[in-house]
């Protein structure tokens, strides 16, 4: 299993990115999918979830409205498109899944929103 982001880099506030998230080595669409932070000196957190089929989706509160979590299955892929964003949303991005109760993580892509 293999999950590898990209995508991201220095934003100004207000501004948009997305981040993305390959993954190989198991059956993509038959597990949820979800994006996770982490804030300097902070432990990490989720952000969002999908389901395996896309149709449901879970936001952390700070992120209704502005993130939108989405995913395609033909690609093995997952997206993050992040809007309105501001210096606090400054983190280290993961991408995560849970096959067979392991855990999966990415290497981490940093977002740094700053003017």
């Known amino acids: 299993v293999e999950l590898v982001e990209s995508g991201g880099g220095l934003v100004q506030p207000g501004g948009s990115l997305r981040v993305s998230c390959v993954t190989s080595?198991?059956?993509?669409?038959?597990?949820?999918m979800s994006w996770y932070r982490q804030l300097p000196g902070k432990e990490r957190e989720s952000v969002a979830i999908?389901?395996?089929?896309?149709?449901?989706?879970y936001y952390t509160d700070s992120v209704k409205g502005r993130f939108t979590i989405s995913r395609d299955n033909a690609k093995n892929t997952v997206f993050l498109q992040m809007s309105s964003l501001k210096p606090e949303d400054t983190a280290v991005y993961y991408c995560?899944?849970?096959?067979?109760?392991?855990?999966?993580w990415g290497q981490g892509t940093q977002v740094t929103v700053s003017s």
């Open positions: 999908i389901s395996g089929n896309g149709a449901n989706t």
């Open positions: 080595g198991f059956t993509f669409s038959d597990y949820p």
């Open positions: 995560r899944t849970i096959i067979r109760a392991r855990t999966y």
